[in-house]
């Protein structure tokens, strides 16, 4: 047969041309592939809308195995708008193993109610073990602070059954009552920021601070000392899963 001199490399071209664009079947929305596309390319991309747009762009990243673009995300994850939203940021760092950003965001995470009807969405979209951990956090710093609370060193004029000034038996009944409110409050707010500004205010604190002892009429517990004790307790406290 005669050569015609269309060697095989162009007829493949010329075939691949003739056949017209290859498309690839995605579930992706244009604006994520456009963000993910501009990234692989090292091209500028918008600010960030939301958590949501983050995340779907990462399951994108995940999906074609485009590790660049997620170490790119990653060092953007601490700006103001992702940690104003702990869970969300807690989520995507356990599901992405980055180990400083989950304990940051675990950290965030104590001002919040885990129990509140507002993050059980949140919560629940948690992996078990990384639901547990967060849990295991909050939990353990009521439980910690509880033992400290009943510490008889710790805070020994309100959890012994003696006046230190007259050594005559006393129920100091408003320690108990404060020590209930402290747990309840760290329960609702395991930062225990609202505590520090409680002490001054809550009625349990006042009827604490001006207890007497009957027997002597002096008074039991020096507020200063107490608030620097439960302070101290605090701040001891576990900050990260």
């Known amino acids: 047969m005669l050569n015609l001199g269309i060697n095989s490399k162009t007829a493949t071209q010329s075939s691949a041309a003739s056949a017209g664009p290859i498309h690839i079947p995605t579930s992706h929305s244009d ?3 456009s963000i993910f596309l501009r990234m692989i ?5 918008p600010t960030w809308a939301s958590f949501d747009q983050v995340w779907d762009v990462l399951l994108l990243c995940e999906s074609w195995d485009a590790p660049g673009p997620i170490s790119t995300i990653r060092t953007g994850m601490t700006a103001p708008l992702f940690l104003s939203q702990p869970l ?5 760092a356990m599901q992405f193993g980055w180990e400083s950003e989950a304990k940051l965001a675990s950290t965030r ?14 919560l629940s979209l948690l992996s078990g073990a990384a639901l547990w951990k967060l849990m295991a956090l909050h939990k353990s710093r009521r439980d910690l602070f509880k033992k400290m609370l009943d510490d008889g ?5 309100g959890n012994s059954t003696i006046c230190y000034h007259c050594h005559k038996a006393v129920d100091h009944h408003t320690w108990r009552e404060l020590k209930h409110r402290l747990f309840c409050e760290l329960d609702k707010d395991a930062s225990g920021k609202e505590i520090l500004v ?17 027997s002597c009429k002096e008074f039991s517990h020096t507020k200063s000392s107490t608030i620097e004790n439960l302070e101290s307790s605090l701040s001891s406290l576990p ?3």
């Open 198 to 214: 409680g002490l001054h205010e809550w009625p349990e604190a006042v009827a604490c601070w001006e207890f007497q002892c009957p």
């Open 88 to 92: 969300k940021l807690y989520r995507i």
């Open 109 to 122: 995470s104590l001002k919040l109610n885990l129990f509140s009807e507002e993050n059980k969405e949140e």
């Open 31 to 33: 604006c994520t592939l």
């Open 153 to 157: 060193e710790l805070f020994n004029s």
């Open 41 to 45: 390319c090292a091209l500028g991309i």
């Open 239 to 241: 900050t990260t899963v």
